[in-house]
């Protein structure tokens, strides 16, 4: 009996679920909602963390090393979370789903507003923000936009990954004008405001509820599948071997962006215009790596970006004039980007998309591993005394697990036919 999961082409018809055919409304309102939502939580969350720093340090009276706790909360909590809650985004009706993301984001937003201590937050980031990630974070974004396209599923995953860098573009600027008029508290109730409309609005729009299918390996619907089965497939810890490498290198660049683009010789001004370009490139990216997925083999298109970033890293090892400095940021941005769109892609096509949800979920925890890439990239840094030996060391970390990505199997989509947006 085979051991890949994988749906069949044409599933039962007692197990098909009563529901209209997706429609490009659908597939575009699906689209929009999963940028405009990660947009506000991880624009909130994470691009805008910085600035929450320095005012609650000052009004909870605590040290700024206390206060960056959160962002440690906030990574395993997120993971844990998608651990659990990744199997339901295979079930819920995509209202429901951006329902329960967006209202628990509110939630958190007033009840960290009506904060009277640190600690209140830590809770809060501990069992309500996980809530938000799960339904509304890079992950249920991508597997909601999987189960509804089929035939431009790559472009498709590539814009709604867009959420994020627009996130990080566009929300840190409103946090700091919320700030600036009516304080930290007043923009927390703002934003929490905000995702309630969006909640009221996405209602009558996301219709697509996610089918149940057959597979190959059990003749049930696909959520009795056990998650040993996932745990047991090769193919599950070489997506994860490959797709963590690559995040390891791209958080430790962009956690020590400043300070490798100033021991380069960059004045402050230039180095903020170095990560606006490597945001651009990082949009490029996204966008570029599901165009090109419709075309190629997207584990082809992963070795293609893990090879760009290995080249861009070499490029800023020798040190080369500032216009190259420049270059190499903005194309270490366009692999960086591409990361997560294909990782979806590669997961999706191994695993089908009726278990995207339950296998990303599942994937999480292993892969928070990249977390320690920034320290790694210091710890390196202290050792060399410059940052061009520490890309020689990220430039072996990307060329060992890179290629890991080409020993998983390349399997048909098969895809039941209603996902054919």
């Keep these: 009996m085979k051991s890949v999961i994988s749906p069949i082409e044409e599933p039962a018809s007692s197990l098909a679920p009563e529901e209209p055919e997706p429609t490009m409304l659908t597939g575009i309102s699906v689209v929009i909602f999963g940028v ?16 929450w720093v320095e005012p609650w340090s000052t009004e909870f009276e605590a040290a700024t090393t206390t206060v960056m706790i959160l962002p440690t909360i906030y990574l395993y909590a997120n993971s844990i979370g998608l651990l659990f809650f ?95 008029e009516v304080g930290w508290r007043g923009t927390n109730q703002a934003f929490g405001i905000i995702a309630l409309v969006v909640v ?60 490798i683009a100033s021991e380069m010789g960059l004045a402050t001004a230039e180095i903020a215009f170095t990560i606006t370009l490597f945001t651009g490139g990082m949009v490029t990216g996204k966008i570029l790596s599901g165009i090109m997925s419709e075309f190629i083999d997207p584990r082809y298109t992963y070795v293609l970006i893990g090879t760009l970033m290995i080249g861009s890293l070499g490029v800023l090892a020798l040190q080369p004039a500032e216009i190259f400095i420049l270059i190499g940021f903005y194309f270490f941005g366009v692999g960086a980007g591409s990361i997560l769109p294909l ?25 928070a591993i990249y977390s320690l890439g920034p320290v790694t990239a210091s710890y390196f840094h202290s050792i060399f005394g410059n940052y061009n030996s520490v890309f020689f060391v990220l430039m072996a970390f990307l060329f060992i697990t890179v290629p890991l990505i080409l020993l998983v199997r390349k399997l048909p989509a098969k895809e039941q036919g209603r996902n054919t947006v």
């Design 36 to 51: 405009l939502m990660q947009m506000l939580v991880i624009g909130t969350y994470l691009y805008s963390f910085t600035f």
């Design 86 to 180: 990744g199997k339901y985004l295979d079930k819920f009706p995509h209202r429901i789903s951006v329902g329960i993301g967006l209202s628990a984001f509110s939630l958190s937003m007033f009840l960290i507003s009506a904060s009277s201590s640190l600690e209140s937050i830590y809770l809060i980031y501990l069992f309500i923000v996980p809530f938000a990630v799960s339904f509304c974070g890079p992950v249920p974004a991508i597997t909601l936009v999987s189960q509804v396209f089929h035939r431009r599923r790559g472009l498709a995953i590539g814009l709604v990954a867009l959420g994020t860098s627009l996130g990080g573009m566009v929300v840190p600027h409103l946090v700091v004008y919320g700030m600036s």
């Design 200 to 259: 009221v609005i996405a209602f009558p729009l996301l219709r697509h509820v996610p089918n149940k299918v057959v597979t190959e390996t059990v003749s049930a619907p696909v959520s009795k599948v056990p998650t040993r089965t996932f745990l047991r497939q090769k193919d599950f810890w070489f997506c994860i071997a490959a797709s963590s490498g690559a995040y390891f290198v791209f958080m430790a660049m962009q956690f020590n962006m400043a300070p």
């Design 343 to 367: 990782k979806g892609l590669v997961f999706g096509q191994i695993f089908g998309t009726a278990n995207l949800g339950r296998v990303l979920g599942l994937a999480a925890p292993f892969g």
